[in-house]
Structure formats: structure tokens, C-alpha cells
């Protein structure tokens, strides 16, 4: 069965950081690409960043660019996404997703993990 | 970047109707488009891709259609466990960005 299950948020101040875990099982984890998108409360959906099978091409949207950076363990099956400089609209629940082979949209989601930028 | 806009932003129709949302990009997608439903607390669920194709076990009820900027999800024959807000993605290219959103309910 195939599972994607984030950890590593929590309750971070604004300008501290926070690295995020998706670990991946159920299938070959290095053959896909992978996507983090978030949802901030009440809000709707926002793609983050998303990394190549390989690892070798990475992306980000606007509003993390230089700040988060993506990254994966494909010995490990895992996806990360270092947070730094977080900010108050960093808020969100953060989702790993993975994308299907191909120029293909992402076909299955983890269950989330809650980021908290407060004071 | 393209930006994703659907219209409505909200939408309420009884059971047994025609519902259609619309995603409009602004510029050429191609049929890089995706389209996914959010049910009230659970994670967002792939509906169709391609613009038209429809993900496996997704009821029939649900079509896409469209190319180029224009977009359309439509449900045939509302149900009760369609109540859920959808969203629209562009998937071409990085950033893949999504629409804001349509929340539909029962009237």
C-alpha cells in the first residue's frame, strides 16, 4: 500500500526554521517527482516546491524562493523541505505529494503536518 | 508566472443538477490541466488530468473538457459526497500553480 507521511512541524517563531519529513513507502520512490503544497487555514491550495526523481532539478514558487529549500534520500525514501526565515504567512498545513510518471499532475497526497509561525 | 482564476468562487445546486465550474489560465496551457476536489478535512483527491481524462475509480458524473486557457469540470448529477471545494492546476511547468478554488454545496 502506498503511504507519504510528513512530520517535523510544530510551533516555530517568525525567522526560525523547521525541516520537514515526508517518508515515502508502497513504491520506487526514486522513480517519481515529488511536490510539497500548502494550506494555510481557511485557505486554499499553494504549491511550494517540487524536486526531479534524481534530485537533480529542483523548483520553487515565488514566495519561498531562497528561503526553503527541497531536497530527498532516495536510500532513504524520504522527501525534505528546509524552512528558513519563516514568516507569520508561512502558516499552513504542509502536504507531500507525488507526482505521476510523466508530465503528469500529482495522484496522491500525505495526510499533512501543521506549521504554527507565531510569537 | 500564469496565473489559475475559477469562477464561481462558491456554488450551490441541488441534488440531480448540472454543476460546471470554469478555470481559466492566463496563457496557453495546452491540456495540462488537472483538476482535484477537497472534501470538508481530508486531503485533496486527483479527479481528472489531461483536461478531460478522468483519474481511475472517479464516478463517471464527473467530465473535464477544454484546451489552451479554457477550462471546464462539470458533474453531471449532483450528489451529497460531491459536496467538497475543487480546484483546477496547471501541470506544464514550473510553478504549478492552482486555481483559488470553487466550493460547492446542496442546496
Known amino acids: 500500500e502506498m503511504q507519504l507521511v510528513e512530520s517535523g512541524g510544530g510551533l516555530e517563531q517568525p525567522g526560525g526554521s523547521l525541516r520537514l519529513s515526508c517518508a515515502a513507502s508502497?513504491?520506487?520512490?526514486?522513480?517519481?517527482?515529488m511536490s510539497w503544497v500548502r494550506q494555510a487555514p481557511g485557505k486554499g491550495l499553494e504549491w511550494v516546491s517540487g524536486?526531479?526523481?534524481?534530485?537533480?532539478?529542483?523548483y520553487y514558487a515565488d514566495s519561498v524562493q531562497g528561503r526553503f529549500t527541497i531536497s530527498r534520500d532516495n536510500s532513504k525514501n524520504t522527501l525534505y523541505l528546509q524552512m528558513n526565515s519563516l514568516k507569520a504567512e508561512d502558516t499552513a498545513v504542509y502536504y507531500c505529494?507525488?507526482?505521476?510518471?510523466?508530465?503528469?499532475?500529482?495522484?496522491?497526497w500525505g495526510q499533512g503536518t501543521l506549521v504554527t509561525v507565531s510569537s | 508566472d500564469i496565473q489559475m482564476t475559477q469562477s464561481p468562487s462558491s456554488l450551490s445546486a441541488s441534488v440531480g443538477d448540472r454543476a460546471t465550474i470554469t478555470c481559466r489560465a492566463s496563457?496557453?496551457?495546452?491540456?495540462?490541466l488537472a483538476w482535484y476536489q477537497q472534501k470538508p478535512g481530508k486531503v485533496p483527491k486527483l479527479l481528472i488530468y489531461?483536461?478531460?481524462t478522468l483519474q481511475s475509480e472517479v464516478p463517471s458524473r464527473f467530465s473535464g473538457s477544454g484546451s489552451g486557457t479554457d477550462f471546464t469540470l462539470t458533474i453531471s448529477s449532483l450528489q451529497p459526497e460531491d459536496v467538497a471545494t475543487y480546484y483546477c492546476q496547471k501541470y506544464n511547468s514550473a510553478p504549478w500553480t492552482f486555481g483559488q478554488g470553487t466550493k460547492v454545496e446542496i442546496k
Open positions: 508502497g513504491f520506487n520512490f526514486s522513480s517519481y517527482a
Open positions: 496563457q496557453g496551457i495546452g491540456n495540462y
Open positions: 505529494a507525488k507526482r505521476m510518471v510523466g508530465a503528469r499532475p500529482f495522484d496522491y
Open positions: 489531461a483536461a478531460s
Open positions: 524536486i526531479s526523481g534524481s534530485g537533480g532539478s529542483t
